[in-house]
């Protein structure tokens, strides 16, 4: 498969089988997306994997920061800015509407969104959960490599066979998962990503969010 049709062809997948991942398939994924990208080579990126019963202890470790603390530990790394402008706020609603009509929740029914936005927490029934870390001391230009890497990964995990979604919800008890995984002072969790098999029955796997026209955000200059 070419890396066009891989590119066309990747969802964030929200529900999981129970087929299991090995952890040489794991090794093998991070063996190809360590050759991504890097702006001087910094390769400014750390990878906390986990599965079996440290994935439950990571998902436990959740639920439990989060009935403490509603609001959630973003701290000083929102995951969206205040005051999100257009066009970016419609799209933003427009998947969240567009996931909750393929799981058959209606707007008011508020316990239903409650619990599927905690599904984030239990990496959607995936069987490996990655958490991508970084140093503090790095810039903005070092957190779109982290990027890079991260889409390599979901690309190569693509081409096996396997699935991925990018949850940047695990920001919220980053805090927690800083002391859980006895990360330095110097190191910031960014996000995680639940790999595994789809469940291709699931009707929320059945989304593919809507991407902008080319006109709408590209300029050519300087061409016949």
């Not at 959960?129 to 070092?142: A, C, E, K, P």
Request: charge should be neutral; proline fraction near 5%.
């Amino acid at each position: 498969m070419s890396v066009a049709e891989l590119l066309k062809k990747r969802i964030s997948v929200r529900a999981f089988s129970d087929s299991p991942v090995t952890a040489q398939q794991v090794l093998d994924l991070l063996e190809t997306a360590r050759w991504s990208p890097s702006g001087g080579n910094l390769q400014p990126w750390k990878v906390v994997v986990v599965s079996g019963a440290e994935r439950l202890a990571v998902e436990r470790l959740a639920m439990q920061a989060l009935s403490r603390n509603p609001g959630g530990e973003a701290g000083d790394h929102p995951i969206y800015p205040q005051g999100l402008a257009e066009p970016y706020r419609t799209r933003r609603y427009r998947i969240g509407e567009d996931l909750y009509e393929l799981m058959g929740i209606p707007r008011e029914d508020k316990a239903a969104r409650l619990r599927a936005v905690a599904r984030n927490y239990q990496l959607f029934g995936a069987p490996v959960g990655l958490f991508f870390v970084i140093d503090r001391s790095m810039g903005h230009g070092q957190w779109a490599h982290l990027g890079m890497f991260m889409q390599s990964l979901a690309l190569v995990a693509e081409e096996q066979g396997l699935a991925t979604c990018m949850q940047e919800a695990w920001a919220m008890v980053r805090d927690s998962l800083h002391q859980h995984f006895q990360l330095p002072d110097n190191e910031l969790v960014y996000c995680g990503m639940a790999l595994g098999y789809a469940d291709r029955s699931a009707p929320v796997n059945g989304l593919r969010s809507e991407r902008a026209p080319v006109e709408e955000f590209a300029v050519l200059r300087g061409f016949d």
